[in-house]
């Protein structure tokens, strides 16, 4: 999806949520825009790549603006949820950083380590020991050891504990 694409999705978002439309997709029991615009994983995905891609190369306020069109579009989707907090977080913009990574594990995925993770650098950044600690206690708590995934978040959150004493 290039620029223009994107540019024609939104104004289709703003479209949509200021017309009766927006009542329709409910009673057809779609949950998201992009149900409703016939938007496919395919064309997801590509659009996460190229906001993956700019914050990788430091065009955060690209990556920004891309990420906001994906939780618009589907604000189901944990990875975009913290793609946007990541971005924010990465411009120390911590506040608004672990409003992203909060909703993740509480509308979400409760279990879900890694937005826990962050949220909990964040609050060390913004010297909120307390709620650092919390979030690193839910990382202990939910990291699967089973899985790589949880034993990297595991690890990682027992070093940040060190930090935040």
């Known amino acids: 999806m290039n620029e223009q694409d994107m540019a024609k999705a939104v104004d289709e978002f703003n479209k949509v949520m200021t017309s009766k439309e927006f009542g329709d997709l409910i009673e057809k029991g779609l949950t998201t825009v992009r149900e409703s615009k016939g938007i496919n994983d395919e064309e997801m995905n ?3 790549s190229v906001a993956h891609n700019f914050y990788m190369t430091g065009r955060y306020d690209d990556a920004e603006t891309i990420f ?6 589907d604000h189901l989707n944990p990875k975009y949820w913290i793609g ?10 911590f506040k608004e950083a672990i409003e992203a ?3 993740v594990v509480v509308n979400l995925d409760i279990e879900n380590v890694k937005a826990s993770y962050y949220a909990a650098e964040c609050y060390l950044a913004l010297g909120d020991r307390e709620n650092a ?6 990382v202990k708590h939910f990291a699967d050891m089973k899985t790589e995934l ?3 978040y595991a690890a990682k959150a027992a070093k940040l504990e060190k930090l935040v004493g």
């Open 101 to 103: 990574y909060a909703n």
């Open 68 to 73: 906001k069109f994906l939780v618009i579009f």
């Open 150 to 152: 949880g034993r990297k």
């Open 46 to 48: 590509a659009v996460y």
């Open 84 to 93: 946007l907090g990541a971005v924010r977080q990465v411009q120390k913009r």
């Open 133 to 138: 600690k919390s979030a690193i206690e839910h």
